[in-house]
T-cell receptor, first 114, second 118 residues
Framework: DQQVKQNSPSLSVQEGRISILNCDYT??????FLWYKKYPAEGPTFLIS?????DKNEDGRFTVFLNKSAKHLSLHIVPSQPGDSAVYFC?????????????FGQGTRLTINP | ETGVTQTPRHLVMGMTNKKSLKCEQH?????MYWYKQSAKKPLELMFV???????ENNSVPSRFSPECPNSSHLFLHLHTLQPEDSALYLC?????????????????FGEGSRLTVL
């Protein structure tokens, strides 16, 4: 049972345009959501997060939106730059069955075309 | 440079070998983790150590044996692995609130150890 899903394994966007990466979760006990970015041969690095009490968090070119009723979050990157090409992991955090859990999605490979 | 260092970066081993992966964090964190990343799969949590005590073992086969001698070092001992264990093994660390409850969940990852089992 996959609690965090990123249904698009890959996404290709033109430089300068908006990139939108999507993530769905199933467990309403998750109360914090994070996006990680991963380059080849490197570990994931934290990008941006959002608490469940908010519906939007912005940091420069990156904005994360949370729709709790739909159990859906998205990461918007605008404008997209070639250096944004990477794999993006969505993660959800919460107390599940008495223990803190951090569950990752499968990742979406974003390619920004010049 | 994330403050989490993993060695070796690449490891090739036979099914009968015994080897170890090492992780060291320089961030003053008190929780450390092993994750496994296989192709086209989510990151899979293997082990969690809070304040040097193992608090989670996600049904990991006994051929993987973790060791956490102190809050800055974490090992993953490998023996009699199978070819399907070939993957990228990622170490991570975080700061845990007193009482063992994780904070927001932000993890700092190492660069990973790419393991190939022949």
């Amino acid at each position: 049972d996959q609690q965090v899903k990123q249904n698009s394994p890959s996404l290709s966007v033109q430089e300068g345009r908006i990139s939108i990466l999507n993530c769905d979760y199933t467990n309403s006990m998750f109360d914090y959501f994070l996006w990680y970015k991963k380059y080849p041969a490197e570990g994931p690095t934290f990008l941006i997060s959002i608490s469940s009490i908010k519906d939007k968090n912005e940091d420069g070119r990156f904005t994360v939106f949370l729709n709790k009723s739909a159990k859906h979050l998205s990461l918007h990157i605008v404008p997209s730059q070639p250096g944004d090409s990477a794999v993006y992991f969505c993660a959800a955090s919460g107390i599940i069955q008495g223990a803190q859990k951090l569950v990752f999605g499968q990742g979406t490979r974003l390619t920004i075309n010049p | 440079e994330t403050g989490v260092t993993q060695t070796p970066r690449h490891l090739v081993m036979g099914m009968t070998n015994k080897k170890s992966l090492k992780c060291e964090q320089h961030l003053g964190h008190n929780a450390m983790y092993w994750y496994k990343q296989s192709a086209k799969k989510p990151l899979e949590l293997m082990f969690v150590y809070n304040f040097k005590e193992q608090t989670e073992n996600n049904s990991v086969p006994s051929r993987f044996s973790p060791e956490c001698p102190n809050s800055s070092h974490l090992f993953l001992h490998l023996h009699t692995l199978q070819p399907e264990d070939s993957a990228l093994y990622l170490c991570a660390s975080s700061r845990v609130r007193t009482g063992g409850t994780l904070n927001t969940g932000e993890l700092f990852f190492g660069e990973g150890s790419r393991l190939t089992v022949l």
